[in-house]
T-cell receptor
């Protein structure tokens, strides 16, 4: 079992839909949780960053961490075609080096 | 803020030659820089971690003599792929941390094609 599991998709939704992206993990030492967005042929860019459990909201994006279930989510409200990208979750535990999920490809069609 | 650049953005080289990729933090001093490799539709694979003025720490399975990393200053790290072969063709991405948090700031990546 990999430390971080993420469904690669693709996930295809219509414009305006609410998108839910998820990762599960097995390492209970993970404390910091991040979501990156990566457009094709580009480097990842940090979207959200949370520590421990709870929710964090930034505009149309909400990151949710449930440490008891070892499950994290990223919600995108009112999705736009420009949100089409690969979304990678990443987690940090004892060291400062993150463990990345393989990414979920999201396609938002007009 | 926290911008990382990479150069070149893409390169094609012949088998057996060496290629150098530069990674620069433009508006901050990077205490640590990371080099990743990414295959199509795959996640980021960490190759090595480097701190300024120190030898890089390579991940298991990454040949340090093939992938030479130099972290000469707090704003510049270079990755040299020596004696490149077609199987080295990939997307190479660097990232850097400011030292104030765990967030990594990524460069735009370099696509290497070895013919």
């Amino acid at each position: 079992q990999k430390e971080v599991e993420q469904d690669p998709g693709p996930l295809s939704v219509p414009e305006g839909a609410i998108v839910s992206l998820n990762c599960t993990y097995s390492n209970s030492a993970f404390q910091y949780f991040m979501w990156y967005r990566q457009y094709s042929r580009k480097g990842p860019e940090l979207l959200m960053y949370t520590y421990s459990s709870g929710n964090k909201e930034d505009g149309r994006f909400t990151a949710q961490v449930d440490k008891s279930s070892k499950y994290i989510s990223l919600f995108i409200r009112d999705s736009q075609p420009s949100d089409s990208a690969t979304y990678l979750c990443a987690m940090i535990g004892g060291s400062y080096i993150p463990t990345f999920g393989r990414g979920t490809s999201l396609i938002v069609h007009p | 803020g926290a911008v990382v650049s990479q150069h070149p953005s893409w390169v094609i080289c012949k088998s057996g030659t060496s290629v150098k990729i530069e990674c620069r933090s433009l508006d901050f001093q990077a205490t640590t820089m990371f080099w990743y490799r990414q295959f199509p539709k795959q996640s980021l694979m960490l190759m090595a971690t480097s701190n300024e003025g120190s030898k890089a720490t390579y991940e298991q399975g990454v040949e340090k003599d093939k992938f030479l990393i130099n972290h000469a200053s707090l704003t510049l790290s270079t990755l040299t792929v020596t004696s490149a072969h077609p199987e080295d063709s990939s997307f190479y991405i660097c990232s850097a941390t400011t030292g104030h948090s765990y967030e990594q700031y990524f460069g735009p990546g370099t696509r290497l094609t070895v013919t």
